[in-house]
């Protein structure tokens, strides 16, 4: 009888606060390892641009298989999703960014 209670309360959708911690810790991951993935992107492709020849010659250059353009395109966009990230992830974390500087400023 009370698995029936508390699998019709999972359907009703509330959840237990193990799910709920899980569910966040989840975010905190895909943060975390999309932050990770993109940050490699970008330093490849800022690897690409740095080495690249300027002025007119860039348009024929290629890194990796990457046009000129194309590069400088996801370098700046995916700086920008890096930096949206990044609040994501200081928002997820607050509560412990919290105590470290509580900490930290004794």
């Known amino acids: 009888m009370m698995t029936t209670v508390t699998s019709d309360a999972r359907e009703e959708g509330l959840q237990s606060p193990k799910k709920s911690s899980q569910s966040i810790l989840k975010v905190k991951a895909i943060t975390s390892l999309s932050l990770f993935l993109l940050g490699l ?21 290629t890194f990796l298989g990457l046009p000129y353009g194309l590069m400088m395109e996801l370098h700046i966009w995916l700086g920008f999703l890096i930096v949206l990230l990044v609040l994501v992830h200081f928002i997820l974390n607050l509560k412990m960014f919290y105590q470290e500087w509580k900490l930290l400023f004794k």
């Open 41 to 61: 992107i970008v330093t490849v492709t800022g690897i690409g641009l740095w080495i690249a020849p300027h002025g007119p010659m860039a348009r024929s250059f």
